[in-house]
């Protein structure tokens, strides 16, 4: 078996650095503490790429396959560099306030305790048992690997359950199979919860020049340690890895929105896109985000704001797999629900015993400490407290939560399928991206509302007093 | 009084330290019990789902019975009767597990087929010699 964990390390790390080739493209310095953001960045990338690779009957998830990929990647990534001149992005200067630099560090310290506890859990772990996981997504991954490609005839990917769901998941699963020599299911587990320790890392990448550290640390420890998070780092079922994405996407959203710095938009159009393509909800509720910051950017910049329509970009992407299901004559849709049923009010009326149902337990999923903690609460408070500086962001956010709910919510009113079985097997699951994407905007919102209050100097500002002249040595001895 | 945010961040930091803290038992207990485990579904290494199901035997021996490019079907059968939750799983374990073979639910297609809890006699089709896989389960390479 040692062979398959240095092929999944050789993995791992080949994913990395198809990151830090695009971070560097995009102007970053490339630095060991952006690991986290590389690793999404390229992962992310690559494995839209493979997808989009296998519609058109190319297998690039085999190990030369994927280094043909990334020489590509770092071939564009070169024409990319003259768009974005290198940038330093220095990390906010530690708080001078003994108290903040304690309860900073405190937060440090759960945060890897927790993701530590995370890896011992794994590391001995057998193949993830869930249903979902050996029914439906590690069998197409497992077709991809064994039949170099979509194939449709016995056996083939779309021949398990939900073959309408699109190929993100399968493809970079099966990139990892031929890195590691085999369908190596049992590590899984491991590289699962190692995704999640490199998701708080790239959250940690991405905000700290911007967000203080005794409010990022204290927060993403709590996000990580929620019960409904931790429990699900090592499960292979990608509800939580569109979370991931959204989560990231939504942050760069954001910082774009303040910084007006476009490689946030890439990067966000690069998450927002591989959340497409992993899961319905990740296209759902990706789409929903990139409305909901459109709404806030032509409000607020008007025609400054026509950049941020490349976020449109991600959610259309799901098209042409939608193509390639209709070519190859396979049903596009979930057979157990129709969006169109929504305007069937007597269909709603028949059936809103359902959604009287599945909305208590929904709530319960988030508002039960059991599930995730304080986090829920919290972010409803802040919400309310932050409005009046962050009007726009704060209502923005909050529309974004609210139209995610009711619209998960409403799949549990118009399906067919047993609501009591289906809630309860599904809704904690589907619904944890919303907790998990308002956990991770929670600091960056707190700590811009703290800026326009003037109870935090603008981070910009105090980079440049503090480390302004580290950065610079490193660029200049970069070229 | 006036509302501080600079206090209130404050206090949310410290909420969120103490909802964090208070998992870090729960989290550690969970690490050190999976980590010393010695029991059977912890140590099944690819086997996980199907231990679960009580068919890792059956499903072991299929993988080394069927060749690898085999076209197979499965039968399934009553005989002791299939609780409904194992009508609804075995098909798809076995399918999962015994990849790259390739399943086809047509009897006529398959070259091998599986039975479970199902008389390999009464499926219908010629066979020479019939395989077991296990308590409730056999196999049989279809001549034509």
Known sequence: ??????????????????????????????????????????????????????????????????????????????????FFPAEPRPWRAPDRDVLLRGVSFAGLGLLVVGLVAAFFFAVRQAADPRWDVWAVWLPKAKAIYFFHGLSTG????????????????????????????????????????????????AVVALLAHRVQRWLLYPVLALVVLAPDFWTRLATVLPDQTVAYFIALGAVCAVLWLEEQRHLYLVLGTVFLSAAALT????????????????????VQRRRRALPALSLAIAPALIEPWHLWLSAHHVTAKAEHYRWSWLFDF??????????????????????????????????????????????????????????????LAAVYWIGTYNVYWYVGYSAH??????????????????????????????????????????????????? | MRFSLGGFAAGVAVIALIGAAAEVPTAVRAA???????????????????????????????????????VYTIVLGNQPPLSSFEQTGILPLFRYFLLPRRYTPRLRDAQWVITYHHSSETVGVPYKKEIPLGPDGNTFKVTR
């Open chain 1, 1 to 82: 078996m040692t062979h398959a964990y240095l092929g999944l390390a050789a993995f791992d790390v080949t994913v990395a650095a198809v990151g830090y080739v695009l971070l560097w493209a995009l102007g970053f310095v490339p630095r060991v503490r952006q690991v986290g953001l590389a690793f999404f960045a390229g992962w992310a990338l690559l494995g839209v790429l493979a997808s989009y690779g296998l519609m058109v009957d190319i297998d690039a998830t085999t190990v030369p396959g994927t280094l043909v990929l990334a020489v590509a990647v770092g071939a564009a990534c070169v024409f990319l560099r003259r």
């Open chain 1, 154 to 201: 016995f056996g083939g990917f779309t021949t398990y359950g939900n073959p309408d769901y699109p190929p993100f998941i399968p493809a970079v699963v099966a990139q990892s199979f031929h890195f590691m020599g085999g369908a190596h299911t049992a590590l899984l587990p491991l590289q699962e919860t190692i995704i999640g320790a490199l998701w708080a890392a």
């Open chain 1, 279 to 298: 899961k319905d909800e990740g296209f759902s509720l990706g789409a929903v985000l990139v409305a909901v910051v459109l709404v806030v950017a032509f």
């Open chain 1, 429 to 479: 699951r589907v619904v944890a991206t919303l907790p998990l994407v308002a956990g991770t905007l929670l600091p960056l919102l707190l700590s811009l509302a703290l800026e326009r209050s003037g109870d935090a100097a603008p981070a910009a500002e105090v980079v440049r007093e503090r480390d302004l002249g580290e950065e610079h040595a490193a660029l200049a001895a970069a070229h």
């Open chain 2, 32 to 70: 050190h019990a999976a980590f010393t485990a010695r029991g059977e579904s912890w140590n099944s290494g690819e086997y996980g789902p199907s231990v679960a199901w009580e068919t890792t035997e059956e499903v072991q021996n299929a993988i080394k019975t069927l060749p690898p490019n085999a």
């Open chain 1, 346 to 407: 007597n269909y709603l009326s028949r059936k809103y015993w359902r959604f009287e149902y599945a909305l208590p337990k929904m709530l319960g999923f988030l508002f039960y400490g059991g599930h995730w903690s304080f986090l829920c609460p919290l972010v409803v408070v802040s919400l309310v407290a932050i409005a009046w500086r962050l009007r726009a962001l704060a209502a923005a956010v909050a529309l974004w939560l609210v139209l995610g709910f009711f619209g």
